[in-house]
Structure formats: structure tokens, C-alpha cells
């Protein structure tokens, strides 16, 4: 089992720019794929991105395509996501979950307590 703390969140312009980091605190972080989801009020958690345990791999909801950006550092135990041309329907509390690389959540096996990103119109 790895923890997962997310950070970065806060509120924000529509086209505004934010950066989440994600700190694990297992040594197995290189060998876990890392995703990025988000839930907003009302609503089921979203799938975002995933990356895989080198990092050679991304794959992105078509809904975030070309404005975020998934990326790792497997020897600071980090997974960040760049988002940019934020809009108001981003909002929603961001989750970092470690397990296999995919879009499904059922595929992750541990998640963090999630950090609220609020973009204003």
C-alpha cells in the first residue's frame, strides 16, 4: 500500500493555469502507473489522465486533451498535473490514485484525500 498526498489546488480564472503534485511515500512508486482523477459535486469520479511507471506512456480524457499534461518524477515519488485553459467545468476535487495503467478506476488500488480546484467564470 502506498499514501498518496495531493497539493496545488485552489481557486482559479477561467484560463488560468494550475499545477497538482501528488507525494507518495513508497519506494514501489516507479512501479505502479499513476492516474489523475476528478469528482465533482453530484457527479461520479471522472477519469483525467494516466501515466505509466516510466513515464513513456500518457493517455488523457478527450475532455482535458492539449490543456493537461501528466508527468512523473519516479525518484522524488511525484506525479504532477500541469492544467492549463482552465474552465469552470474543471472544477471538481482532484484525486491521484497509484495501480495499473488505465482510464478505469477500479483499476487503482490506493487514492489520495483529493484537493479541491475551483475555476471561476
Known amino acids: 500500500q502506498v499514501q498518496l498526498v495531493e497539493s496545488g489546488g485552489g481557486l482559479v480564472q477561467a484560463g488560468g493555469s494550475l499545477r497538482l503534485s501528488c507525494v507518495a511515500s513508497s519506494r514501489t512508486f516507479s512501479g505502479r502507473a499513476m492516474g489523475w482523477f476528478r469528482q465533482a459535486p453530484g457527479k461520479g469520479r471522472q477519469f483525467i489522465a494516466t501515466?505509466?511507471?516510466?513515464?513513456?506512456?500518457?493517455y488523457y480524457a478527450d475532455s482535458v486533451k492539449g490543456r493537461f499534461t501528466i508527468s512523473r518524477d519516479n525518484a522524488k515519488n511525484t506525479v504532477l498535473l500541469q492544467m492549463s485553459s482552465l474552465k469552470p467545468e474543471d472544477t471538481a476535487v482532484y484525486y491521484c490514485a497509484a495501480g495499473s495503467y488505465s482510464a478505469r478506476s477500479d483499476d487503482y488500488n490506493d487514492w489520495g484525500q483529493g484537493t479541491q480546484v475551483t475555476v471561476s467564470s
Open positions: 501515466i505509466n511507471r516510466s513515464g513513456s506512456s500518457t
